[in-house]
């Protein structure tokens, strides 16, 4: 079975552009999550989609929108860009329940200049 | 609230030392313990989930136990494709069920 895959794998941008990362999880699985990894914050949620509905969302601002298709395939959105937003961003998806355990795919890393 | 402290922060070895990592955690509940590998520049890489205190899984030279306080990952023999993060997740039995990682514990095994 195929794994979770990301596209692009490495993307850069200046301040205050907007910029959609793309997921496509593993055939089958219903629940996709985006996280933000940092070397000084480590993994944080910011949200997680099922069947077309986001399902939770962390602590971040509104500029991070996300969305996800009838295919399971997901987007995530940044818009207005900061030099902070520099990250690896990482989709991790399982087939829907609450309680299982979650596959990552293999990344983006977003540097913001 | 949820949390997770991953010690070492880092941990260098020679190859054949055997070792341990813990991770301690504080839940409302647990629901499942999760240890993940992550090399540099990758996605996590799923390992092991552990539910209930006194379970042990194994993989290769890799076993992972848990009590009610904390998870260890023991490295039995490292080799140096060892070498990578290891990373522990919990998710509460309340709440939100979103899975709180820890830091990580970085590993280099050297030849």
């Known amino acids: 079975k195929a794994g979770v895959t990301q596209t692009p794998r490495y993307l850069i941008k200046t301040r205050g552009q907007q910029v959609t990362l793309s997921c496509s999880p593993i055939s089958g699985h219903r629940s996709v999550s985006w996280y933000q990894q940092t070397p000084g914050q480590g993994l944080q949620f910011l949200f997680e989609y099922f069947s077309e509905t986001q399902r939770n969302k962390g602590n971040f601002p509104g500029r991070f929108s996300g969305r996800q298709f009838s295919n399971s395939r997901s987007e995530m959105n940044v818009s207005t860009l900061e030099l902070g937003d520099s990250a690896l961003y990482l989709c991790?998806?399982?087939?829907?329940?609450?309680?299982?355990?979650?596959?990552f795919g293999p990344g983006t890393r977003l540097l913001v200049l | 609230e949820d949390q997770v402290t991953q010690s070492p922060e880092a941990l260098r070895l020679q190859e054949g030392e055997s070792s341990s990592l813990n991770c301690s955690y504080t839940?409302?509940?647990?629901?499942?313990l999760f240890w993940y590998r992550q090399d540099p520049g990758k996605g996590p890489e799923f390992l092991f989930t552990?539910?209930?205190a006194g379970e042990e899984k194994e993989k290769e030279r890799l076993k992972a136990t848990l009590t009610k306080k904390e998870s260890f990952l023991h490295i039995t023999a490292p080799k140096p494709e060892d070498s990578a993060t290891y990373l522990c997740a919990v998710q509460a039995r309340g709440g939100s069920y979103i899975p709180t990682f820890g830091r990580g514990t970085s590993l280099i095994v050297h030849p």
């Open positions: 552990l539910y209930s």
């Open positions: 991790a998806s399982k087939v829907g329940g609450s309680f299982e355990t979650q596959y």
């Open positions: 839940v409302s509940g647990l629901r499942g």
